[in-house]
């Protein structure tokens, strides 16, 4: 029987207005399910049902918060392998990284469980005698969380238990393509004994139900992941009717190989950040800056590597990287390689789609020699394409790392002491990484680019405090 993935609002799972297929990527054959979209009004009464349930839900016992937030956790890492066969089938990356996901998602709750007992303040001497002055934080209110399909666990995870931990209600509309995964999470959530209203999920397009959540002025702040042209659409209205928001969108990550680099190492790092995840990952190395001298070496280690790399069914035993997640995904990873070949770039390794045992969007992992200037050394494809580009020396190296609009995560591989303290002070970027591959964070520290990357506040770890409550300053005179 088709299993049918549908919203959750104020309590009640609901039927939606439009019906659609969920893809399995791997197989197009076998899908993964269907799913019930909602439209505006539903996405409205998803709003109204968590601006009625916050105020009590801010006044709780943040016991009860961490209780409610730990028996996700402890449900999702329990769950793990079939959470993980879940997000494989739906979003396509290998079993391995979709049990690692889900495993994540288990944490940030873990975190956030225990950060609900920690929600931090001050107490300060007043200028004037007698006078106390105290800093305390409060619940923003109603939080909207629009994300992304290429985390589909972790990423809500980072937005709702934070949402939740520090007393606001939850609005959470997931990608199209991953309506599954999403549901999954509700129906963990549904069970954590929070009152009705204080989490919801529409299911449902951004144009319709996410622009419900922008327009809607019972949402007070709004939580996006996502591509730069949809951000940036959001910031703007935000901006226009004084919505709180936090944006974490695209990036054009280099990562830097030195002479000096251990050479074998550097290649693992290149090859796990650029195509891992089918190089679906905000922060993958799509920009390989090599130092002259072992630019060729290093390319042609790169290709034999890529040469041993399986690609397959994301369910598959050995498959190193699964299929692209959508035909509209594979669509823009297809164009932008035709755009590098009519730029004069050098195909060096793949650029063709794979034909294999299950019809699927298959993609061979695919480098380019490029010139800086060339647009596929520059714009964000989101897909398993990356460019190498040959740098003189390190300075060079470096300006050609800040030579982007984007500053989400940037790395470097060397053994020069020097090299890399530089590199760390003069990366323009939200997140630095020696020796390690761009793509790969712990859930406890701050999560965010700079410069298109990101606006607003950073994600996850006791930063997330900044996004998810606003600060009163309270004076008293005994
Ligand atoms: P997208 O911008 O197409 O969609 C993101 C979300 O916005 C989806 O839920 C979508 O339905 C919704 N949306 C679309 N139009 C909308 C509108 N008009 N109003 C409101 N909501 C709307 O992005 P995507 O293709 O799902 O994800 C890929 C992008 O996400 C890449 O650019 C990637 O770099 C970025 N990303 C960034 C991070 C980060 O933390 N920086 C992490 C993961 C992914």
């Not at 630095?432 to 999560?447: E, I, Q, S, W």
């Amino acid at each position: 029987m088709t299993q049918r993935f549908r919203s959750y609002i104020d309590g009640q799972w609901v039927e939606g207005a439009d019906s659609a297929q969920d893809e399995n990527p791997s197989d197009l054959a076998s899908p993964v399910g269907e799913y019930a979209a909602v439209d505006a009004a539903q996405a409205q009464a998803a709003i109204e049902a968590a601006a009625r349930a916050q105020p009590a839900w801010g006044l709780t016992s943040p016991q009860q918060r961490a209780d409610a937030l730990d028996f996700v956790g402890s449900e999702i890492l329990a769950r793990k392998e079939e959470l993980g066969r879940l997000l494989a089938r739906e979003e396509g990356k290998t079993l391995a990284e979709s049990i690692g996901e889900a495993a994540r998602a288990g944490q940030i709750f873990k975190f956030f469980a225990g950060e609900a007992l920690r929600i931090p303040g001050e107490k300060l001497a007043s200028t004037r005698p007698g006078v106390d002055v105290e800093i305390t934080r409060e619940p923003v209110g109603v939080v909207g969380i629009i994300a992304p399909w290429n985390f589909p666990l972790a990423i809500p995870a980072w937005k709702i238990a934070p949402a939740l931990a520090y007393g606001n209600a939850a609005v959470f509309k997931p990608a199209e393509i991953v309506p599954g995964c999403a549901w999954a999470l509700a129906e963990i959530l549904s069970r954590a004994g929070l009152p009705a209203g204080v989490f919801n999920l529409v299911i449902g397009s951004g144009r319709v139900v996410g622009q419900a959540l922008v327009d809607d002025r019972r949402v007070d702040a709004l939580t996006f992941t996502g591509s730069v042209p949809t951000g940036n659409g959001l910031l703007r209205q935000a901006a226009a009717r004084g919505l709180k928001i936090q944006l974490e969108m695209g990036g054009k990550n280099p990562l830097v190989v030195l002479a000096d680099a251990d050479l074998d190492k550097a290649v693992e790092i290149a090859v796990n950040g650029a195509y891992f995840s089918t190089g679906q990952r905000c922060t993958a190395s799509s920009r390989l800056i090599v130092e002259s001298a072992v630019h060729d070496e290093f390319v042609a280690r790169v290709g034999r590597r890529l040469a041993a790399l399986k690609v397959g069914d994301a369910l598959e035993s050995g498959v190193d990287i699964g299929p692209v997640a959508s035909a509209e995904q594979m669509q823009t990873n297809l164009s932008y390689i035709g755009v590098g070949r009519d730029e004069g770039a050098e195909l060096l390794y793949g650029g063709e789609e794979l034909e294999l045992r299950t019809r699927g969007h298959y993609l061979a992992p695919t480098l380019f020699a490029a010139q800086p200037q060339h647009r596929i050394a520059r714009e964000e494809i989101f897909g398993p394409v990356a460019a190498v580009i040959r740098a003189d020396d390190y300075d060079h190296a470096l300006q050609l790392a800040n030579d982007t609009e984007f500053g989400l995560c940037a790395g470097i591989c060397t053994t020069s002491l020097k090299y890399a303290t530089h590199f760390k002070r003069h990366a323009q970027a939200g997140m630095v990484m020696v020796n390690l591959p761009t793509a790969g964070v712990d859930p406890h520290v701050p999560f965010g680019g700079r410069k298109a990357s990101s606006y607003g506040p950073r994600e996850q770890g006791r930063y997330a405090v900044e996004f998810y409550t606003t600060v009163k300053t309270a004076y008293t005179l005994a």
